[in-house]
């Protein structure tokens, strides 16, 4: 059925002793047999580095890496350099996969001869879903269709579809695309292109991936200028359709970029982490794609807030 080396799964590690052995065994807990486990310690401060060593002792598939921090990005970025797999998985070290997650993922793969396979996720915070679900027939279609149903004004499918987990993908399709170092909305930053490479995609709907929702976590903290790194991806995506001519899909994501950076402009110092400092980057930011939400065709009251909003941002940069 499979091949030496077929499927490299890739998990970056940082601060997550709590939840890595429960989220460590579930990957080897798989019905599926031929893959390896790459554990990227990205400079953990905590005992994650001793339990992934602990992992790679005792079973032969888990190789680890240990590097200096750098990000979730830059994690996934030395795992996809260290991978010999054919085909490459994502897990986060605080999530859980079920039993059959590779074997379900890679039979939608090879029976359908397609390059990459999404299936369905499930959220929890304490407890583990319990889930039985059987092989179920996907619904394929193009990477082309795949970016009309994820970008176009129907996001019924959206963050399935961007994330890296609850997926396989077969390593081609990274070819010269790494995750984008030193950001979050990461995902959002690199999910179009891979989409865009892909000829043939299927979505499964079995639930095989679980996705702990952390108190802690990136996005639950107090809004900060990290968070700004959503309108730059939009705006790389932006140009992305532009310059392989989708320009529906370009005017979709300049109202995002719209519709995000208007909803920003409006926070205040009570609302924001480092006011004066975001309220800088996001001028910044306005002015280079300012140009870009006027060419598009709004109403006369959402141009208006445009313009009243970059007077605003210049303002606001002054004074601070």
Not at 200 to 217: D, E
Not at 266 to 285: G, I, K
């Amino acid at each position: 059925m499979s091949t030496q080396g077929c499927i490299s799964v890739i998990v970056p590690v940082y601060n997550v002793e709590k939840f890595l052995p429960r989220c460590i065994e579930s990957i080897l807990n798989q019905t599926f047999s031929d893959y390896e486990v790459i554990l990227v310690d990205d400079g953990s401060p905590d005992n994650c580095p001793q339990i992934c060593d602990r992992y790679a002792k005792l079973d032969k598939r888990v190789k680890v890496i240990h590097k200096t921090n750098g990000g979730l990005s830059d994690a996934r970025n030395a795992g996809l350099e260290f991978a010999k797999g054919e085909m490459i998985a994502f897990v986060d070290s605080d999530d859980v996969i079920d039993s059959r997650y590779l074997e379900f993922l890679y039979r939608a793969v090879i029976e359908n001869n397609c390059d990459m396979a999404v299936c369905g996720f499930e959220k929890f915070q304490e407890i583990v879903p319990l889930s039985c679900e059987r092989y179920c027939e996907g619904q394929i279609c193009s990477g082309y269709e795949m970016l009309w149903r994820i970008y176009s004004n129907d996001h019924t499918e959206y963050i399935e579809s961007t994330v890296s987990w609850n997926k396989l993908y077969k390593r081609k399709l990274f070819k010269n695309i790494r995750f984008p170092k030193g950001k979050i909305h990461e995902d959002e930053a690199t999910a179009y292109k891979l989409y865009y490479r892909a000829k043939k995609v299927i979505t499964i709907p079995c639930r095989l991936y679980f996705y702990y929702q952390n108190p802690a976590g990136i996005m639950k903290r107090k809004f900060n200028i990290s968070r700004l790194d959503y309108l730059e991806a939009l705006y790389d995506r932006y140009c992305f359709f532009e310059q392989v001519e989708m320009s529906e899909l370009a005017f979709w994501t300049a109202r995002l970029l719209y519709i995000y950076t208007v909803d920003y402009a409006s926070m205040d110092e009570h609302q924001v982490e480092d006011y004066a400092v975001f309220r800088t980057r996001l001028s910044s930011l306005y002015k280079d794609y300012r140009a870009v939400l006027l060419e598009q065709p709004l109403y006369g009251k959402q141009r208006l807030r445009i313009l009243l909003s970059y007077i605003r941002f210049d303002f606001l940069t002054k004074r601070f």
